[in-house]
Every structure is written in C-alpha cells, then in structure tokens.
C-alpha cells in the first residue's frame, strides 16, 4: 500500500485520513498536513490511522509533536481508529495515556 494522505474538512474540523506507512521518509508529509489544516483555520484536528500498516518512531515523534502543538494552540486533536499493529506500537512506548486517542466513531 503506498502512503496517502486525504484531507476532508467539515466546519471547522478537518480529518486528515492517513494510509501506508508512517515512517522516515513519510512522517514530514504527515506534519507538513497537520501544519496546513492548522493554518487554513481549522479549530479540530482528527488523524484518522485506520489505514496505517506501519508507524515507526519518526511517526510517533510527529503525533507527539503534534499533541503539544495543538494543545498550546487551543486546537482539538484526536488521533481516531489505530490499526491494531499501531495501537500496539503506541501501547508499547507508552505513548497511549499521553496521545489524544478515540475508537473509531
């Protein structure tokens, strides 16, 4: 599966839905989208991971960065539907009771 990221934005939220890996050579993709919607306006935030295989530690770095950002911003983010291969690498860090994690709606 080759890495894709599709931004939908509804309101004030935008969702960017993620697909592939998440790694060195994609992890800056991911950040440069976050860093768009945040400056297009958007007050939400959702990562949806539900079609990530793969999440390295560059991506995890990015979804860290990404919590603190926007919690200094006052943005909304939620990092939705995990796949299971990557709830458990965030399980394992012990990044879960840090990230803004929801089960898919």
């Given at each position: 599966m080759e890495f894709s990221i599709q931004a939908v934005?509804?309101?004030?939220?935008?969702?960017?839905?993620?697909?592939?890996?998440?790694?060195?050579?994609?992890a800056d993709e991911l950040s440069?989208?976050?860093?768009?919607?945040l400056a297009a306006g958007a007050n939400a935030l959702v990562i949806d991971?539900?079609?990530v295989t793969?999440?390295?530690?560059?991506?995890?770095?990015?979804l860290v960065a990404l919590t603190n950002q926007?919690?200094?911003?006052?943005?909304?983010?939620?990092i939705r539907d995990p796949?299971?291969?990557?709830?458990?690498?965030?399980r394992i860090t012990g990044l879960g009771q840090f990230l803004p994690l929801s089960p898919s709606e």
């Open positions: 934005t509804e309101g004030q939220t935008t969702t960017l839905r993620v697909a592939g890996e998440v790694d060195l050579a994609t440069q989208a976050a860093a768009a919607a991971l539900a079609a793969f999440l390295d530690s560059t991506g995890l770095a990015v926007s919690t200094a911003d006052g943005v909304a983010l939620t796949a299971p291969r990557v709830r458990n690498v965030i």
